[in-house]
C-alpha cells in the first residue's frame, strides 16, 4: 500500500473521529476529560457490536488485505478488484456490501485510536503541568495520572495487530478469539478508567456496607468477572467455529442430554477454519462439543453473576449497577435459547453479542464501585478506632 492510500486513510480516520470529539468538546460536562473518558467506552461498546455484526455476517473477508482495501482507502476505490473477485466466486467472502461492512469497522477502530491518543495527550499534558503548579494542585495528580490511560492505548495496539492477523490469517479461530476478548479487555480497561474519573470528583461518600460486606461482594464481582472471561472465551470459539446451530432444541441437544461430542478435536486451538490439525474437515460431534460446553458453562455464569448482583442490590451504592447486570444477565439468557430455537437470526446473534459486552462492561463499573466502598468502609472503620487520624485522601 503506498503512502498516499495511507495518508487518505488517516485522513478518514480523523474525520470520523471529529463527530464524537465535537460533541465532547460542546457538551455541558465541566469536565471534559471525563467525558471523552466514557465516550471512548460508548464507542468500544459500539465497536465490539459491529464486530459482532462484521462476522455473522461473515464480512470478516470482505476486504481479504490490511489495512486497506485492495490497497485502497475504500471499496468505492476498489470497486472493480471487488466485481472481479464476486465474479469468480459469487456465493465467496467478498462482495461489495461485505467490504463495506468491514471497512466501516475498521474505520470505527480507527476513529476510537485518535480518541484514546487524544486521551492519552491530554493526561500527559496536564500531569507535567501539575508538576509545576501549587502543592493543592500537586494533590489532584492523580486526576491526569498517565499510567492508566497509556496502558488503554497499548491494549488498543494489541488489540489492532490481532484485527490485522485475522485478516491475513484467513480467519484462523483462535485468533479471531483472541481477537474478541482483547476487544472485552479493551472495553474493560476503559470503563475502570472512566470509573475512576467518576469518583475522583465525587463528593466525599459514606459507604453503604461494613468492611466485611463490601469486601465479599468484592470476591464475588471478581469472581463473576473471571467466570464471564471463561464464558467469553468459549462463546467466541463457537462463533468462530459457526458452531451456534451445532445443537438445535434446549435444553437437550440432538435430543440427548448428553450427546456424541469430540472434545479433543473441537478444543485444538491452532488450527484453520472448519478444518482439524492435520487438514482434515472438523467433523460434527466436535461442534457439537464446543456448542454444548458453552451452553452448560452458562448455567454457572448465570448462577454466580446473579448472586452477585443480588448481594449488590440490598448496598446503595451498588443498587443500580446490580439491578443493571439482573436484567442483561436475563436478557442474555433469554437471547440465547432464543437463537437456538428460531434458528440463530441475525438480529439476536448481535443482540447476543452485544449483552455479553454489557455483562463486561456493568461487571467492570461493579467491581470498581466495590473496590471504592470496600476503601470508604476501611477508612471510616479506621477513623472510629483512630478519631484524630488525619483522613487520607482517596485514590
Excluded at 57 to 68: K, M, R, V
Excluded at 173 to 190: D, K, Q
Excluded at 271 to 293: C, E, K, M, Q
Excluded at 365 to 391: C, G
Aim: charged share 15%; glycine share 6%.
Amino acid at each position: 500500500m503506498d503512502a498516499v492510500t495511507l495518508v487518505k486513510m488517516a485522513l478518514t480516520a480523523l474525520m470520523v473521529a471529529t463527530l464524537p470529539a465535537a460533541m465532547v468538546w460542546m457538551s455541558s460536562d465541566a469536565n471534559k476529560y471525563r467525558k471523552l473518558a466514557w465516550t471512548c467506552v460508548f464507542l468500544i461498546f459500539d465497536l465490539i457490536v459491529f464486530g459482532g455484526y462484521t462476522r455473522l455476517t461473515d464480512s470478516g473477508l470482505g476486504c481479504p488485505d490490511w489495512p486497506g482495501c485492495y490497497g485502497s482507502a475504500n471499496p468505492l476505490l476498489a470497486h472493480a478488484a471487488i466485481e472481479h473477485a464476486q465474479a469468480l466466486m459469487p456465493s465467496g467472502p467478498v462482495t461489495l456490501s461485505k467490504a463495506w461492512i468491514e471497512m466501516i469497522h475498521r474505520y470505527l477502530a480507527m476513529a476510537i485510536g485518535v480518541l484514546i491518543i487524544a486521551l492519552v495527550a491530554q493526561s500527559w499534558r496536564m500531569w507535567r503541568r501539575d508538576r509545576k503548579e501549587s502543592k493543592e494542585r500537586k494533590e489532584r495528580r492523580l486526576d491526569y495520572a498517565p499510567a492508566l490511560p497509556t496502558a488503554v492505548l497499548g491494549f488498543y495496539c494489541l488489540q489492532g495487530v490481532f484485527g490485522a492477523l485475522t485478516v491475513t490469517q484467513k480467519l484462523q479461530p483462535a485468533i479471531v478469539t483472541c481477537h474478541l476478548l482483547l476487544a472485552m479487555g479493551l472495553l474493560a480497561l476503559t470503563t475502570w478508567f472512566a470509573s475512576r474519573q467518576d469518583t475522583l470528583h465525587a463528593p466525599a461518600r459514606v459507604s453503604s456496607g461494613s468492611p466485611p460486606a463490601m469486601r465479599n461482594i468484592r470476591i464475588l464481582a471478581l469472581v463473576s468477572g473471571a467466570l464471564l472471561l471463561a464464558q467469553l472465551a468459549l462463546g467466541g470459539w463457537v462463533s468462530t467455529n459457526y458452531a451456534a446451530l451445532a445443537c438445535n432444541d434446549f435444553p437437550l441437544c440432538g435430543g440427548k442430554l448428553i450427546p456424541a461430542m469430540d472434545f479433543e478435536q473441537g478444543f485444538t486451538l491452532w488450527r484453520a477454519l472448519g478444518r482439524n490439525a492435520d487438514g482434515s474437515y472438523l467433523p460434527f460431534p466436535a461442534l457439537t462439543a464446543i456448542h454444548w460446553v458453552h451452553r452448560n458453562f452458562a448455567f454457572i455464569v448465570a448462577l454466580v453473576t446473579g448472586y452477585t448482583a443480588w448481594r449488590g442490590w440490598e448496598h446503595a451504592a451498588l443498587h443500580k449497577t446490580s439491578r443493571a447486570i439482573a436484567i442483561v444477565l436475563a436478557i442474555q439468557f433469554g437471547t440465547g435459547i432464543a437463537t437456538i430455537y428460531l434458528n440463530h437470526p441475525l438480529a439476536l446473534a448481535v443482540l447476543h453479542n452485544a449483552g455479553a459486552a454489557a455483562l463486561v462492561l456493568l461487571l467492570t463499573m461493579l467491581n470498581y464501585r466495590a473496590k471504592y466502598q470496600f476503601e470508604i468502609a476501611q477508612k471510616a472503620a479506621a477513623s472510629a478506632v483512630f478519631p484524630h487520624a488525619a483522613p487520607a485522601r482517596h485514590h
